[in-house]
């Protein structure tokens, strides 16, 4: 069970456990992929001993290609329709992997950003799409001061950026009409997409370094919150919120 706030805490402990979710959730599709990408490496037929033997199959129907008896291989049949499952399988974990991450980074983004502004958001807000999912919004971090892992935020931040205009690109021309694109588009969009396959990786990498600016700015509120307390605790007749 997670140590969550209590309901009558205040609100920068609910943002915590706002962006904590976040974490989780990117974290629970991570383990996903890499046990999708394990289950597509174990069919892969140059790993695979492969049994020869092989029974005879027909159709239902006297006429038809299928209704003279024929060779087939039921340990090939079953690698190769697992190849097809555990390939299709790993698109969508990756696709949903990569989806979490950003929506990490960006929510603790957004949190640190609304902090830094004043506000006092209990949780981080998205707006939806047309199929009600969420939506991932910027991932800037804002200057953090003498914070020591700052530098390592705005490098973390270039990555991604870069990461995510790859992934960008490679889109882009892969939905082109194919007499639209040439043989060096078709060059850029696999290197493209070759270097775009770090981006759910290092998305969530930058909204673990990101959830720790998050208590950096926070340090300051928590301050405030505990004078405010204080105050209501050597005031007669004042009720601590």
Known sequence: MYNLAPANAPWFEHLVDSVRALGEAAREWQLA???????????????????EGKILVHGPAARGWDAKPRK??????????????YM?????????????????????????????????????????????????????????GNYVNAQKIAAAYDQVLCMDQAAEYAEEIAGRDDHEVSERDAGDMFEAGAYAEGLP???YAYGRLAEGALA?????????HRKQMAAARDTPGEVAQ
Do not use: C, W
């Open 201 to 203: 990786d290092a998305a």
């Open 33 to 51: 992929d890499q046990t999708a990408r394990l289950l597509e490496a174990g069919v892969e037929l140059e790993r695979r001993n492969l049994h």
């Open 88 to 144: 299709e399988h790993r698109f969508l974990t990756r696709r949903r992997y990569a989806h979490a991450a950003m929506l990490f980074a960006s929510g603790a983004a957004r949190a640190i950003a609304q902090v830094q502004a004043g506000e006092q958001p209990e949780r981080v807000m998205f707006q939806l799409d047309a199929d009600r999912t969420p939506v991932v919004g910027g991932y800037k971090i804002g200057k953090l």
């Open 72 to 85: 087939s291989g039921p340990h090939e049949h079953a690698v190769f329709d697992l190849q097809k499952i």
């Open 216 to 224: 950096f700015v926070l340090l300051g509120p928590k301050a405030e």
